[in-house]
């Protein structure tokens, strides 16, 4: 079974940077399509940014222009650059994996545990 481990989070104060990582166990970036999604407390967890197998990104409006996402297939890692942080950046971000459709049903979807982000002064 594959899995995605993240690392990164922490505490940071507004306008700081945190590069969050996510190390997936095995090669798979050509099977799956890779995301970054957050979670607060009392908040539903949402789309951060999404690397599609293809090479192709999307963003939250809400982080345009902050984040990026990208990947290094020799180390079997995705990464998510945020810059600019605001408070309202704290959260729990989950590292994704989503099967291509054309997939078998034996390949699942797959999550990290899961890193804290902490914006504050």
């Known amino acids: 079974q594959v899995q995605l481990v993240e690392s990164g989070g922490g505490l940071v104060q507004p306008g700081g940077s945190l590069r969050l990582s996510c190390a997936a166990s095995r090669n798979i970036f050509s099977r799956y399509d890779m995301g970054w999604y957050r979670q607060a407390p009392g908040k539903q967890r949402e789309l951060v940014a999404r690397l599609t197998s293809g090479g192709s990104t999307n963003y939250a409006d809400s982080v345009k222009g902050r984040f990026t996402i990208s990947r290094d297939n020799a180390k079997n890692t995705v990464y998510l650059q945020m810059n600019s942080l605001k408070p309202e950046d704290t959260a729990v971000y989950y590292c994704?994996?989503?099967?291509?459709?054309?997939?078998?049903?034996?390949?699942?979807?797959?999550w990290g545990q899961g890193t804290l982000v902490t914006v504050s002064s």
């Open positions: 994704n994996a989503d099967p291509l459709r054309e997939l078998p049903d034996r390949y699942l979807e797959l």
